[in-house]
């Protein structure tokens, strides 16, 4: 995990797996397709695919919201597809930095992490492709920019580190992107950065009662 001491509350970003570790498929039911179903069994279906893509399962705790769950779910079955198109968008930006030879083959989707990881988002180098996570509701939709770039940055290196390597390619990105390059190549502020300011609800996104992206 890329996190520890260092970190700002909300504004942590992770990394798994190892160089050479074990490469798990990704499953082929991830473009879900369920037409006949109700928006509702669309999001417990989504959520259950997210499950398989983070490192423990527990990091998509949803359906354990006995409040919320219903709500999360019926809005993650209407909305999702047009939050994953934007943040898909963001990912499409980073790969514009990099020639095409150079770029990996990486997918991204928006998922609510559960609250004990305090996590905004998340590189699976252990998938193949490899996987963002981004908890769209814990950063504001103008910031998922930053964090696409932070965790693409692991996802082009193959690798969980802020180290040296990864200061290169961020830095890379946000001269690219339009975004603050960092200032310092030390690890607490490569973690962290690009900056933004967390939301203060995350789940308040996944009710539908913040703003709706893709209207
Ligand atoms: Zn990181």
Not at 162 to 167: E, S, T
């Amino acid at each position: 995990m890329g996190r520890g001491g260092g970190d700002r509350s909300g504004a942590n970003r992770g990394s798994t797996g190892t160089e050479g570790g074990s490469v798990l498929p990704v499953p082929p039911g991830l473009v879900i397709n369920l037409p006949n179903s109700d928006a509702y069994t669309r999001g417990v279906e989504y959520l259950r695919v997210m499950q398989t893509l983070v490192p423990e399962p527990a990091m998509v705790d949803v359906m354990s919201n006995l409040r919320d769950r219903t709500t999360i779910c019926v809005w993650i079955g209407t909305h999702i597809w047009a939050v994953n198109e934007t943040l898909q968008q963001c990912l499409l930006a980073c790969h514009e930095c990099f020639h095409v030879h150079q770029r990996r083959y990486i997918t991204i989707y928006a998922v609510p992490l559960a609250q004990p990881y305090q996590l905004d988002g998340l590189c699976n180098i252990s998938t193949n492709p490899t996987t963002i996570l981004i908890d769209a509701g814990r950063v504001a939709p103008e910031h998922w920019l930053s964090i696409v770039a932070h965790e693409y940055a692991h996802a082009h290196l193959g690798s969980p580190g802020h180290d040296p390597r990864f200061a290169r390619v961020l830095a890379h990105l946000c001269l690219g992107l339009g975004l603050q390059p960092p200032s310092a190549e030390t690890e607490a502020g490569l973690r962290s950065h690009p900056p933004y300011i967390p939301t203060s609800d995350p789940l308040a996104f996944w009710r539908g009662e913040t703003i709706t992206v893709g209207r």
